[in-house]
């Protein structure tokens, strides 16, 4: 009966996110998705179900793209976080998939973009860019309900060969 | 750049949206701000007989519990969008201890971490009377009510049917279905000074400003609503709605900020949902196509607690030159939550219906279905005899044909198939939307750093309006649209309209234009004026370009020189717009928040945007499995101010119909009476793997009777004809015609 449980004492954490640690102190429920938005103000990873069905919340850990809201924070702790903030370079230019993302109008109110372009450039580091249907096929995880996806998809193609060139 | 009217330009908001620095309403962060939580109904009708909070207050971190005992003081009346107000429903939660549908709220918890919250909300204690509810119009005993004005009768529907010699006549269902954007609702409210602020995702903040300040008893100046960035709304972000205002009594209680992030499971009851409709559409025609008589009626799901119907019978029965038109609209009542609008109320759901009947009636005949489109094409309205402010579908069809390859197709069912034996079918099917207009006010002010600024309270749900409403003022005073700043989704900015029914550009566009030739006249006056760098001159002889006045013997002077002669040093202009034929009281309400409308059909013209859709559908021969491997669309509305953002809006449109055809439906557990599927793992919308190609093309028109900038409505057309050209295009590879959606691979197994 978890919900009959004690108080729960905070629990000590540290996170490393976009190459910076940050310690924390949490409710070992907090979620991942959540330790980013509420605690250290990194909102440009978005939530839209919070159980894993719509790929709002997506980042790479240890360079893999992963669910932030199925993962608890404690359980992040000594991986390798990387959000959308910690896309671009350092002195501030574009990753070439947020670059293309603008270039071929890949959205529309937005609020799936930043899930969408971390899919998007580990759907590239995968390769399982061939051909459009395996784009399509391997950025399914992340739901756009503006519609976007022709674009999302002609986005995906063009970084992925550039990269091939 | 150029930013011009008709230019590509790109997305002004895309580098905030793909860096993830663009807010949204959950993004704001607020010192000292507690979390909420919900507690929803579980029973679908009855009362609530027992509240026990013992177990929610004694979770650690908890500073509040509300429920319907602990609420009443608190709120002023407020009453429902459909009768004036800005309510997404007559009732309103937590106010008394009736339940009207499940997931209804019936608590709301604040504790100091979120998590705490949802513990609390999960041990709330609330025990019902509960009596049996029925949540589908498919139900047994539940009975039709007969929608008095909207009937639209023409001719003698009836004898001219009886007389037909071709005559289809069937009826089309529907299911509910819920918006599902992807951010979720969410709202901050916190109090500083007797002053709110809040944040939350709005169509319409101007009219949230004025339902605040009602309900909390204050001015409205008083309210502040900040939605800068919206997630998606598709219609269920326009109306306030009632977990907001507990969020806002919740604050005012604690003195201090209060956050809710509203669950998806939640999503489907705290706010509202396109209907279930049932259409019945029956055409009589002349054995050459000449259609003769059609009737219409329509059927639609609404609440026990609320009447409000969509059925678009309005807009069925202006599509084709008929003689004789027979209509009539009625609902019937459901304990659920109150439904509302959802991209393309009335269109999408009776289109769906009315434009799967003309392929019926095609194929009856024997004739191509654009053939007989173009056949009863109307030169007039044939409800009012009211000329078209503008109405290129004719050109539609035989743009979008070309682009689909419609010339490839074969007539028969099955006839057209891969090596591999999957059928393949071809449909079309007509688009409308209509274009109405709401008053909308505007401000522009060019500053000496050469920057000009736009701002209105109107919103970019995605669609473009930064953008688009930026070009508009940068087109009159030929300004690059590097120097053009918009500010949009702020009560606190010149009245914007409602974003919904597609009115944003062609209202707050004019509001926009107005203001900006008001800056234009004044510069005019500057630059001509006796210290002016055109003293003297006609003001009548000088263009805007490049950033610059230019003289008829091409004499420039950049905008910034001319703002130097002026006592400032700085210009502004604001312009309150309405439509032509609104009087001056409808439009001061209007602005106030309130909400007047004129068109689509005005004293002197109908005014709608048109499309021709077309699908590809790839049926497998064993599995039944349907693909949508192409769509195409071809749209006339008016002029376009941005053809990339108007492209991507019509093309998610698009996908939106592809969406509704074959996956979208809030299925219902009739013994609970409560929709089923409340998740996007059960709740099936398009993934990128479910669309193929998808073009959206522009056709050119002009309308000079719509409004200032000649643009109609845009945001809502690509989602009409696509679930009728999908289901037209499946029975043209398999001669099974599904007249309900979603179409499934059952209905298939013939
Ligand atoms: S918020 Fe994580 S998948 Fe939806
Ligand atoms: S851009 Fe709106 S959900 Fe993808």
Redesign the pocket.
């Known amino acids: 009966m978890p919900d009959t449980l004690p108080p729960e004492t905070p629990l000590l954490v540290t996170l490393r996110v976009n190459e910076h640690d940050h310690p924390l102190a949490l409710d070992p429920r907090t979620t991942l998705l959540d330790a980013l938005r509420e605690h250290l103000g990194l909102t440009g990873t978005k939530v839209g179900c919070n159980h894993g069905t719509c790929g709002a919340c997506t980042v790479h850990i240890d360079g893999r793209r992963q669910l932030a809201c199925l993962v608890l924070a404690a359980a992040a702790q000594g991986r390798d976080i990387r959000t959308i903030e910690g896309l671009s370079d350092a002195d501030g230019a574009l990753h070439p998939m947020q670059a293309a993302f603008v270039a071929h109008d890949a ?7 930043p899930g ?1 372009i971390m899919s998007a450039v580990a759907c590239v580091t995968e390769g399982h860019t061939r051909t459009d249907a395996e784009i399509r096929e391997y950025m399914s995880g992340n739901l ?3 519609g ?1 996806y022709p674009n999302i998809v002609a986005a995906v193609r063009d970084v992925a060969q550039q990269k091939a060139a | 750049m150029d930013g011009s009217i008709g230019t590509p330009i790109p997305r002004r908001d895309a580098m905030a949206k793909a860096t993830g620095a663009a807010q949204y309403a959950a993004d704001f962060g607020h010192t000292g701000t507690a979390y909420a939580a919900l507690k929803l109904s579980s029973v679908a009708r009855g009362r609530i007989t027992r509240v026990d909070t013992a177990a929610a207050e004694a979770v650690p971190g908890v500073q509040l519990v509300l429920t319907h005992r602990d609420m009443n003081q608190d709120l002023g009346a407020e009453t429902f969008i459909m009768k004036g107000g800005h309510m997404q429903s007559s009732f309103m939660p937590l106010t008394s201890d009736e339940v009207h549908y499940s997931g209804q709220i019936v608590g709301l918890v604040v504790a100091d971490t979120t998590e705490a919250a949802e513990q609390a909300a999960r041990v709330l204690n609330l025990e019902y009377a509960a009596q049996h509810g029925f949540a589908s119009i498919d139900d047994p005993g539940r009975t039709k009510n007969t929608v008095e004005k909207p009937e639209i009768t023409v001719g003698d529907a009836d004898a001219a049917m009886a007389k037909a010699p071709v005559r289809v006549d069937q009826e089309y269902s529907t299911p509910a279905q819920h918006h599902n ?2 951010e979720l609702y969410a709202t901050t409210a916190s109090w500083n000074d007797g002053k709110l602020t809040v944040h939350s995702p709005s169509q319409w903040v101007m009219g949230q400003r004025a339902a605040l300040a009602t309900i909390f008893g204050i001015a409205a100046e008083e309210v502040h609503v900040v939605s800068p960035y919206i ?2 709304a598709f219609g269920c972000k326009a109306t306030l709605l009632p977990h907001t205002v507990l969020v806002a009594a919740a604050a005012r209680r604690l003195g201090r900020p209060v956050k809710l992030v509203v669950p998806r499971d939640a999503m489907f009851t705290v706010g509202s949902f396109r209907p279930a409709t049932r259409n019945r559409i029956a055409f009589g025609a002349e054995r050459d196509g000449t259609m003769v008589a059609m009737v219409h009626e329509a059927v639609g799901q609404t609440a026990e607690v609320d009447h409000i119907a969509f059925p678009g019978t309005n807009v069925t029965s202006r599509m084709y030159d008929i003689a004789n038109i027979k209509t009539s609209e009625s609902t019937i009542a459901t304990d659920v939550n109150t439904p509302g609008f959802q991209r393309a109320p009335a269109e999408a759901s009776s289109f769906f219906a009315f434009e799967s009947a003309v392929d019926e009636l095609a194929v009856a005949l024997g004739m191509d279905p654009i053939e007989l489109r173009i056949k009863n094409e109307p030169k007039v309205d044939p409800v009012k005899g009211l000329p078209w402010s503008s109405r290129s579908l004719v050109q539609c069809y035989r743009r979008g044909a070309e682009l689909f390859g419609w010339d490839k197709r074969t007539p028969g069912v099955g006839s057209m198939q891969t090596d591999d034996g999957v059928l393949i079918g071809y449909g079309c099917a007509t688009a409308t939307y209509p274009s109405a207009m709401v008053p909308a006010a505007a401000h522009v002010a060019l500053s000496a750093d050469g920057l000009l600024r736009v701002r209105t309270s109107a919103h970019d749900v ?1 669609t473009g309006a930064y953008t688009v409403l930026g070009q508009v003022a940068a087109d009159v005073l030929g300004i690059a649209d590097e120097h053009v700043r918009v500010e949009l989704g702020d009560s606190d900015l010149p009245s914007g309209p409602m974003s919904g029914g597609s009115v944003t550009t062609g209202s707050a566009g004019s509001a926009v234009h107005m203001a900006a030739m008001a800056l234009r006249e004044k510069l005019l006056l500057v630059a001509t004026a006796a210290k002016g760098p055109f003293a003297g001159r006609d003001p009548a002889t000088l263009q805007f370009a490049s950033g610059h006045v230019v003289g008829a013997d091409g004499t420039a002077h950049s905008l910034a020189d001319i703002l130097k002669a002026s006592p400032a040093g700085s210009l502004d202009a604001s312009a309150e717009w309405k439509p032509d034929l609104m009087d001056a009281e409808k439009m001061q309400a209007s602005l106030l928040g309130g909400f007047a409308l004129e068109g689509p059909v005005t004293k002197t013209h109908a005014i709608y945007s048109f499309g021709a859709q077309f699908a590809e559908v790839r049926v497998d021969p064993l599995l039944r499995t349907i693909r949508v491997s192409r769509m195409v669309g071809a749209f006339a509305c008016g002029r376009i101010i941005n053809p990339r953002t108007a492209r991507s809006n019509l093309a998610g449109g698009m996908v939106w119909g592809a969406s509704f055809a074959l996956l979208e439906q809030s299925q219902v557990d009739h013994p609970r009476a409560r929709f089923a599927n409340q998740d996007l793992a059960g709740y099936h919308i398009s993934s990128c793997a479910d669309i193929g190609e998808v073009t959206a093309e522009i056709v050119d028109e002009t309308d000079t009777v719509v409004n200032a900038i000649g643009a109609k409505a845009v945001g809502e057309i690509g989602i009409v004809g696509m679930p009728a050209a999908i289901a037209n295009a499946v029975y043209h590879a398999t001669g099974i015609r599904v007249r309900k959606t979603p179409i499934l691979i059952e209905d298939l197994l013939g």
């Open positions: 959205l529309q109110c937005g609020y799936c973009t969408q756009c309900r503006c976007a | 954007p992807m997630g998606g995605g």
